[in-house]
């Protein structure tokens, strides 16, 4: 191998189970010996690995169903990355306190509104059925 160089590309990646969205870092070296012919070998942490469009997974779920962004794309559309941890408040910040008992839920009844949106199809469906049956498919007497 005679020419060659390495590029740094960032892969966007999007998880099509958990929606989980996340930027991996290759290192690509692309080499060409004397006839001309050229390769690429991709690496990840310096170790060689398949090409981002194959096999990749998701680290949230570890499904394969995965889609990948144009280059760049993430840093033009900053609000599709999950936001950071927030820091944990410190344990002397916040003065001891009761326990606060949770109030009790009491539920309401289903309100007339739903059963009519509910009632009022079926009752339609039914009366189309025994018109359709009844009077459209009973012969005609003469």
Same mark, same amino acid.
Do not use: I, K
């Given at each position: %191998? *005679? $020419?060659?160089?390495?590029?740094? /590309?960032?892969?966007?990646?999007?998880?099509?189970?958990?929606?989980?969205? +996340? #930027?991996? %870092?290759?290192?690509? *070296?692309?080499?060409? $010996? $004397?006839?001309?012919? #050229?390769?690429?070998?991709?690496?990840?942490?310096?170790?060689?690995?398949?090409?981002? +469009?194959?096999?990749?997974?998701? !680290?949230?779920?570890? $499904?394969?169903?995965?889609?990948?962004? &144009?280059?760049?794309?993430?840093?033009?559309?900053? /609000?599709? %990355?999950?936001? !950071?941890?927030? #820091?944990?408040?410190?344990?002397?910040?916040?003065?001891?306190?009761? !326990?606060? *008992?949770?109030?009790?839920?009491? *539920?309401? &009844?289903? !309100?007339?509104?739903?059963?009519?949106?509910?009632?009022?199809?079926?009752?339609?469906?039914?009366?189309? #059925?025994?018109?359709?049956?009844?009077?459209?498919?009973?012969? %005609?007497?003469?």
């Amino acid at each position: %191998m *005679r $020419d060659g160089y390495e590029t740094r /590309e960032f892969w966007p990646f999007e998880c099509l189970r958990c929606l989980h969205v +996340w #930027e991996e %870092m290759y290192v690509v *070296r692309r080499l060409a $010996d $004397d006839h001309g012919n #050229e390769v690429e070998v991709w690496l990840s942490s310096g170790v060689p690995v398949q090409p981002p +469009w194959v096999g990749a997974s998701c !680290p949230g779920c570890g $499904d394969y169903r995965v889609t990948s962004f &144009p280059t760049g794309y993430l840093a033009r559309h900053p /609000e599709l %990355m999950a936001a !950071p941890e927030p #820091e944990p408040l410190a344990a002397a910040a916040a003065p001891a306190a009761r !326990p606060v *008992r949770a109030p009790v839920v009491t *539920r309401t &009844p289903l !309100p007339g509104r739903l059963l009519v949106a509910v009632g009022a199809p079926v009752a339609l469906f039914v009366g189309y #059925e025994l018109y359709r049956n009844l009077v459209v498919a009973a012969p %005609m007497h003469h």
